[in-house]
């Protein structure tokens, strides 16, 4: 069974609208991270945002949050105020633990956001 | 400031060649990993490290070896390269800790096999 799954393989929005990309995670662990990740076509790998199991509040980062809702297990992110430069792969990744060595990431396949002038 | 440098950044192989990638951070990060991206597929762990002379498999790790002598390096080696092997290769490295822990990735390596 996929651990991170990304259920939209491309999506689209206009410049300066809001836009929520999808995650879902499956771990029967209490402690967990996860994360979000951005490749631009370039192709390196930037992080966004993380999400601790145990933190209360929803986790933000300039224009980019993460709807963290734990019963159901999924981990959104919502980019507002969408620019150009958000055109990208979106990846969720998610690391089982709290760190202290088990620093694995699983990664999703991946969300492709286009965003049009 | 450096971060986490992999060399070369572009390799075209033979069937059977072997090489080695290269990965060195500036970081003192405890734990260093290596990914694959193939299309469609996401990131998926190879190998990676808690430290230096400790090294442990991931999900895709058969036709790599790696080692780490040092805090900041982690090679990965082809020993027998196949077609198969045409992929991006990622390295990343982070604190070892508790906490967030952000992977730091280099910015990659896509290898070719023909």
């Known amino acids: 069974a996929q651990k991170i799954t990304q259920t939209q393989p491309g999506m689209f929005v206009q410049e300066k609208e809001a836009v929520t990309l999808d995650c879902t995670y499956d771990t029967s662990d209490p402690s967990y991270g996860l994360f979000w990740y951005k490749q631009p076509s370039s192709g390196e790998m930037i992080f966004l945002i993380y999400?601790?199991?145990?933190?209360?509040q929803n986790a933000t980062e300039g224009r980019y949050s993460l709807n963290f809702q734990k019963a159901r297990k999924s981990a959104n992110l919502v980019i507002s105020a969408s620019q150009l430069g958000d055109s990208a792969m979106y990846f969720c990744?998610?690391?089982?633990?709290?760190?202290?060595?088990?620093?694995?990431?699983?990664f999703g396949k991946g969300t492709k956001l286009t965003v049009n002038p | 400031n450096a971060g986490v440098t992999q060399t070369p950044k572009f390799q075209v192989l033979k069937t059977g060649q072997s090489m080695t990638l290269q990965c060195a951070q500036d970081m003192n990060h405890e734990y260093m990993s290596w990914y694959r991206q193939d299309p469609g597929m996401g990131l998926r762990l190879i190998h990676y490290s808690v430290g230096a002379g400790i090294t442990d498999q991931g999900e895709v790790p058969n036709g790599y070896n790696v080692s780490r002598s040092t805090t900041e390096d982690f090679p990965l080696r082809l020993l027998s390269a196949a077609p198969s092997q045409t992929s991006v290769y990622f390295c990343?490295?982070?604190?070892?800790?508790?906490?967030?822990?952000?992977?730091?990735f280099g910015a990659g390596t896509r290898l070719s096999v023909l």
């Open positions: 999400q601790g199991s145990y933190d209360q």
């Open positions: 990744a998610m690391r089982e633990g709290l760190g202290g060595g088990s620093e694995k990431l699983v």
């Open positions: 990343a490295s982070s604190y070892a800790g508790l906490g967030k822990n952000i992977q730091y």
